[in-house]
């Protein structure tokens, strides 16, 4: 399970992504969608990085 929390992501002057709060499950397939601009590519960056600046993102790893 991969659980973001009110995570945010702004630099000076300027807010990227909004507050989110989102649970992946394991085994599951998602998609992402949204307008230009809208914090797509921004969400997947913070996702692979994880430097929050508000909120958390929490990985639940399993081994198998």
Do not use: D, W
């Not at 000076?12 to 499950?25: A, D, G």
Request: charged share 10%; hydrophobic share 40%; glycine share 10%.
């Amino acid at each position: 399970m991969f659980v973001v929390k009110q995570a945010s992501f702004a630099i000076p002057n300027r807010t990227l992504l909004q507050p989110i709060s989102v649970q992946f499950e394991q085994g599951k397939v998602y998609g992402l969608i949204g307008h230009n601009g809208s914090g797509k590519s921004t969400l997947i960056k913070l996702l692979a990085n994880c430097p929050v600046y508000h909120g958390y993102f929490y990985a639940e790893l399993v081994r198998h």
